[in-house]
């Protein structure tokens, strides 16, 4: 059993920074691949960025590129998704997951565990 906690969110101007962290639990957190997705208003929860179990590889949706980075540290069993120049587009509920598949395949019918998210509010 894996729990997942977000934390980070909050209220930023446009063109501001976050960072975002998600803590698992469970000794087997560091063999995991691990997930950022987003879920806006009215929109359904779509995959931000991705990063492999040792963060070898990683993903990004074309819509964060450049702006987002994602990474973990296994000791802490910790997952950070650093937001750069944000948008009011970026505003949504953001939540981790683990899963087992490669970061090509993952989406939310693929993930195994799901944090609670944090709630990101970008403001113009």
């Known amino acids: 059993q894996v729990q997942l906690v977000e934390s980070g969110g909050g209220l930023v101007q446009a063109g501001g920074s976050l960072r975002l962290s998600c803590a698992g639990s469970g000794r087997t957190f560091g063999s995991y691949n691990m997930g950022w997705f987003r879920q806006a208003p009215g929109k359904e929860r779509d995959i931000v960025a991705a990063v492999s179990w040792n963060g070898g590889n990683t993903y990004y949706a074309d819509s964060v590129k450049g702006r987002f980075t994602i990474s973990r540290d296994n000791a802490k069993r910790t997952v950070y998704l650093q937001m750069s120049s944000l948008k009011p587009e970026d505003t949504a509920v953001y939540y981790c997951?683990?899963?087992?598949?490669?970061?090509?395949?993952?989406?939310?019918?693929?993930?195994?565990?799901w944090g609670k998210g944090t709630l990101v509010t970008v403001s113009s």
């Open positions: 997951a683990l899963g087992s598949l490669p970061i090509a395949s993952m989406s939310t019918h693929t993930m195994t565990y």
